[in-house]
């Protein structure tokens, strides 16, 4: 079965984005389309950023439990860089895709009460602009080290990397804070 019917199929029983007051979770794109469990480096992070008496989704995108394998899947860095174009290109070309795509953040929204904390990295920033317009509901963006195309529609905090190439060369918006290092360092030095 391939990744996007994989996607369409997900049913709301096996969500991971049940009812809580607060919320942080990470949006990225999907390095591996066969599981969807969080680097140990971003667990790392979730730790960190994650206040007392929040609930952290220890999944990414779609944060369903069909996806999740029993460990992370270390993809390689071409493979990962291949997936995440092609989330890219459907994002822009796919209304079924995007439908895919608000369908799931939409839940994120509706299922917390208080208030929610979408953190991206590379190109889930661009899966949530593509969509932002059409989602009810209000989240707290940090976006670091964005890959996005056209207009910056999410009120989102913007951070890059001062050795981060891909995020020069994949997003001409508004920076707001810089640090060091490159593309796959945010989630060591940014808290």
Do not use: K
Not at 169 to 189: A, I, N, P
């Amino acid at each position: 079965m391939s990744y996007f019917a994989r996607l369409r199929e997900l049913d709301d029983e096996g969500s991971l984005l049940v009812p809580v007051e607060r919320r942080v979770m990470i949006l990225t794109g999907q390095s591996s389309w066969r599981a969807a469990r969080l680097s140990p480096a971003q667990e790392r992070f979730l730790d960190a950023v994650t206040p007392p008496g929040w609930s952290a989704v220890r999944a990414g995108f779609p944060y369903h439990a069909a996806m999740l394998g029993p460990e992370f899947d270390e993809t390689s860095m071409i493979g990962a860089s291949w997936r995440n174009a092609a989330q890219v290109a459907m994002s822009m070309a796919s209304s079924e895709y995007r439908e895919v795509v608000r369908r799931v953040l939409q839940r994120a929204m509706d299922t917390t009460r208080v208030q929610l904390r979408i953190v991206t990295g590379s190109c889930g920033l661009q899966l949530l602009n593509c969509v932002w317009a059409e989602l009810r509901g209000e989240a707290e963006v940090l976006a670091l080290g964005p890959a996005c195309f056209g207009p910056l529609r999410v009120p989102a905090e913007v951070v890059r990397g001062d050795e981060d190439g891909w995020s020069r060369l994949l997003y001409w918006g508004r920076v707001d804070r810089r640090v060091r290092g490159g593309h796959l360092d945010y989630w060591q030095v940014v808290r």
